[in-house]
């Protein structure tokens, strides 16, 4: 093969050409995927994929270099799958969708995957450029005008780190290697690619690319100035706090903030993003999860904002005047965001762990903050620290206490399911108004264990528990294991928004067990809180949910409706009482550990 550009070819108007030193765009395409790491290909396919197909079924012939196909009937679905297995590996992966109509089928999918910074490559066929059987690939069908749209990258290309057309096969490879550049590079996020069938269809010589060249850019670390000056705040600092959101995508990120927090004993650390495992609830220094709003915000003289977006909401809380503010961040100027700022003394592009290493070795190594972090006072400090942790784990466990009559909240069900599944389970958690309850009380300890939308659109944990899942039986089959357990803990309206059809649909195609529990408080819950916050006392604070639209009522059969889409080999219940709880996660999670999915429908009282 050839390390050079092909030179461009006429392709043949009806049939592919035998020869052995040439291939069709869609063939190169996939072999660009594969040997830049993308080993799942997600496909909703079209009247735009006539090559696409030819490849696929040419691929089978060699499955060890080619990515393997997951057929997805829904494409938001799709999406998220590749969204999940690419949060939990950092690996990127792709999906195929059909012209406009699926782009825009993928809906809150490509939200999720830009505000969550997953690296997903999106490819989708454009309606043929030729109407006369000019070239292969032209159009044949009605449909090719209807949606033939002005610029189909347009549709997602805001929410997008790259957007591009394919205009010729002679540089595929070379375009699906940019873009995953794109996805690849911090801060991390979905790409689009479009090509028409004639592009697709073109015959190219056969070449391949030297993949040392298409590495993604690398962050560097903190100034020496910036690791002095912030190391100095630190180790004077008398509430100094770490508030971080993504970090924990780096599964290094938790045992280097726990160094940190063991060298500045006093520190604590905030997750206000609850996207990632960034610091384990083990730890004196563990302020758990809480969107934006937590007092430990307004106590604090020090802090350091740790690739964050959302710190603090200013509305509802925020530093006090005096207190100093580091922020370190992928992308401190979040670019993407119209309006956003943060009062910082200084902000700094930088990779979160070499910076947190860069501060902790500053803080043991630098002879008068040694002499500031070993005094009596920072030894009272930690005291005060183990004291305060133990006190709210004490006080959560209080609050997640099961109702008299028999009725238990989120809290409760957690702490149970906590319990009663493997201790390195994996939590696909998109409980939404329910969140702070289910991370209060799983009190994740372990890099990677815990992973969240990090977007606003509802639907991402069905596709994104099957991801997460097949990945961690991927990963473990290369070293003769078995993967990990995994939950899916979401609300009753967001399973709805996941299309369980589909989902549940390939859990059974493919053999991908996952435990749901569904949190079902008949509604949605969450439009109720954004209307308290700025009508406290307004009509709407005196109506019923049914009154204002938010109601689910009758309650729909969610593990019914699960059932159905596997063709009935899904073990489905229903809880409603303490007295039955743990009987049905143990009938449950035997289920999944012997390789059929679960829905558990969990009647959750309000507020706990």
């Given amino acids: 093969m050839s390390s050079q550009i092909p030179p461009l070819t006429q ?51 060699s499955p060890s270099t080619f990515p393997r196909i997951i057929t997805c009937p829904n494409e938001m679905v799709a999406m998220s799958m590749a969204d999940g297995y690419a949060r939990l590996t950092g690996h990127p ?61 347009q549709i997602l290309g805001q929410y997008c780190r790259y957007a591009a057309e394919l205009k010729t096969g002679v540089n ?22 479009c090509g028409s069938r004639e592009v697709m269809e073109m015959e190219i010589p056969k070449y391949e690319l030297n993949q040392a060249h298409w590495k993604p850019v ?57 996207s990632d495992m960034c610091f384990p609830a083990d730890h004196p ?21 740790l690739d964050c977006d959302v710190p603090w909401i200013p509305t509802q809380m925020k530093p006090s005047k005096d207190a100093r503010v580091f922020h370190v961040d992928v992308d401190p100027l979040k670019q993407v965001m119209p309006v956003f700022y943060l009062e910082a003394e200084a902000r700094y592009r930088a990779d979160p762990l070499t910076a947190v290493e860069q501060l902790t070795e500053k803080l043991k190594t630098d002879t008068e903050l040694k002499k500031q972090l070993e005094s009596e006072e920072r030894e009272k400090r ?66 990677g264990s815990w992973i969240n939308c990090g977007g606003g659109g509802l639907g991402w944990s069905g596709g994104g528990a099957l991801g997460i ?74 109506a019923s949910n049914a009154d204002i639209n938010i109601e689910f009522s009758p309650s729909p059969d969610y593990a019914g409706i699960a059932k159905a889409a596997a063709g009935g080999d899904l073990f489905a219940a229903r809880v409603d009482n303490t007295a039955d709880l743990d009987r049905v996660l143990k009938e449950a999670i035997a289920a999944v550990e012997g390789g059929q999915s679960a829905v558990v429908d969990c009647k959750v009282a309000m507020g706990s």
Wanted: charged share 20%.
């Fill in 11 to 61: 392709p043949n108007t009806t049939s592919s050409s035998s020869s052995p030193d040439m291939y069709t765009t869609s063939f190169a395409f996939f072999e660009a995927l594969f040997a830049a790491g993308v080993s799942h290909v997600f496909v909703n396919l079209g009247s735009d994929h006539p090559s696409i197909i030819e490849a696929m079924v040419r691929g089978k012939a």
């Fill in 469 to 542: 899942k097949l990945a961690t039986e991927v990963e473990a089959k290369a070293k003769g294991g078995k993967g990990k357990f995994v939950v899916q803990i979401v609300g009753d309206g967001t399973f709805l928004f996941s299309v369980p059809g589909s989902v549940y649909w390939i859990s059974k195609r493919y053999g991908i067990p996952v435990l749901a529990i569904v949190l079902n408080n008949k509604g949605w819950n969450a439009p109720r809180r954004s209307l308290l916050l700025v009508h406290p006392d307004g009509l709407g604070s005196k």
């Fill in 93 to 153: 992966q792709a999906l195929i969708v059909h012209v406009d109509v699926g782009t825009q089928g993928l809906g809150a999918a490509v939200h999720n995957a830009s505000a969550g910074r997953a690296p997903v490559l999106v490819f989708a066929g454009i309606s043929p450029i030729t109407l006369e059987g000019e070239l292969r690939g032209s159009r044949t069908e009605y449909i090719h005008w209807i949606q033939d749209v002005p610029d189909q990258k």
């Fill in 382 to 447: 930690w005291k005060e620290l183990q004291a305060q942790h133990k006190q709210k784990l004490e006080e959560i466990a209080e609050r997640a206490k099961p109702l008299e009559n028999g009725e238990y909240g989120t809290g409760h069900l957690c702490r149970r399911l906590r319990a009663l599944c493997p201790e390195d389970t994996i939590w696909a958690i998109e409980a939404v108004t329910n969140t702070l309850f289910v991370h209060d009380n799983i009190q994740p300890t372990l890099p």
């Fill in 285 to 305: 220094g563990w302020l758990g999860l809480r969107f934006g709003n937590d007092q430990s915000v307004a106590e604090a003289d020090v802090i350091l904002v």
């Fill in 172 to 193: 595929v490879k070379q375009m699906v290697n940019r873009a995953l550049q794109f996805a690849k590079s911090q801060p991390q996020g979905p790409v689009y690619l």
């Fill in 218 to 274: 690398e962050l560097g670390g903190l100034p020496r100035g910036a690791v002095e000056e912030m190391a100095g705040a630190l180790a004077g600092a008398k509430k100094p706090l770490v508030v971080t959101g993504y970090a924990g995508r780096n599964h290094a990120i938790p045992q280097a903030l726990v160094e940190l927090a063991n060298t500045v004993k006093g520190l604590r650390v905030l997750d206000t993003g609850g």
